[in-house]
């Protein structure tokens, strides 16, 4: 197959066909409007490939997911976040030399300027963590300021190693208690566990159960290939856009109850039940009425319409972790028999809804002692190779242009005023 036939107003055409490796097919429709002057509608680009990209194949049919051709679940049980990362933004796993190499900058790249740290007094206590992540990663541009190619490779190692310690410190701030500075002798998952949990006056004991539990969900979400934020990460960067800058538009994509701020959501969506007295049956009528705005958070994606494979590891995880750590948590009795009812339910079936990576993820957070509000950012941690690798990509590409979608104009014909 290398062409497709399009008829337009008693008019042939021919379209080019691209076949993906892995047999996905495409009509390029790159010389569609220059042609025809005709463009195509597809609210949602459901139906739409926005690039050609080397980094994550999804099969959302059979539940496959893999970063650079290797399957998720191997990735899962014997890598490291930071050997995924490399992976995902260099295209091949590190050697170990080039893995403790690149450990080594992130190690030394971990503090934030000084000046930054009064950023955080401007904002109110309760301020949502995502809201400092994006601001405070945009502001990373006016300490770094060059994005030409020779500081670009040093960029992407700043932001990897300072927006953990941003991270960490936003909840200090939310908490009311002094910054953890970094320490070089942890970690890159170490070293969040310490800025986080530790306190001046006692020893911190980094529960390796915990550092296990932070190194899986981190590496469950560093990409997912050309989801909301990711696509919002390409078209901020392709009218050249600093990495700092596209990277906080990425993160303000993902905070969206639709999106990354789903597992917030459920953890809220689940104490509710409970508290509601645990009537499941009630919110999964709920879910499926049309008039009531009541979604099954943590249920359905766009691209798999079978098992999320995430899913499948973190609910495993979430029993494992919570067993290891002595913990009980009726919320995950309550995520349990909710699938149970809804992948049961002739509703969720027909439209192939299944619990997507938003899910359990909550469950290990919580067990973990992240607050509920920290989960979104959690995720952006996780995410952010993922959104480097993809912004490095299209910059690196040749026959990269400015993202520019067209539409069709419903508005008023000419008026005169
Ligand atoms: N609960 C109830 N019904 C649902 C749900 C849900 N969680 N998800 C989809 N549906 C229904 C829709 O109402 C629609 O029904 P219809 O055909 O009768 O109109 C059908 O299933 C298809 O859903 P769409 O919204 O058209 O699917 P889309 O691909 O646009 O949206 C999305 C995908 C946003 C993930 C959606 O399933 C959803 O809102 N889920 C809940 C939020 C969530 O968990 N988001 C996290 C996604 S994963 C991630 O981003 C990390």
Redesign the pocket.
Known sequence: MTTAKLMLDGREYELPVVVGSEGEVAVDIRRLRAETHAVTLDS?FANSGSCTSAITFIDGEKGILRYRGYPIEEIATEASFTEVAYLLIYGERPSAEQLDEFNRKLTYHSLIHEDMKNFFSGFPATAHPMAILSAMVASLSSYYPRSAIDNVELNIIRLLSKARTIAAFSYKKSMGQPFMYPQNDLTYTENFLHMMFAVPAENYHISPVMERALNLLLILHADHEQ?CSTSTVRMVGSSEANLFASISAGINALWG????G?NQKVIEMLTRIRDDGGDYDKYVEK??DKDDEF????????VYKNFDPRAKILKAAADEVLAEMGKNDPLLDIAKNLERIALEDEYFVE?R?YP???FYSGILYRAMGIPTNMFTVMFALGRLPGWIAHWREMRNDPKGRIYRPRQIYTGSTLRHW
């Open positions: 949602g989801n109850p639709l999106h990354g789903a879910a499926k979604r099954l958070m943590g249920f359905g994606h766009r439209r809804l997507n990576v938003d």
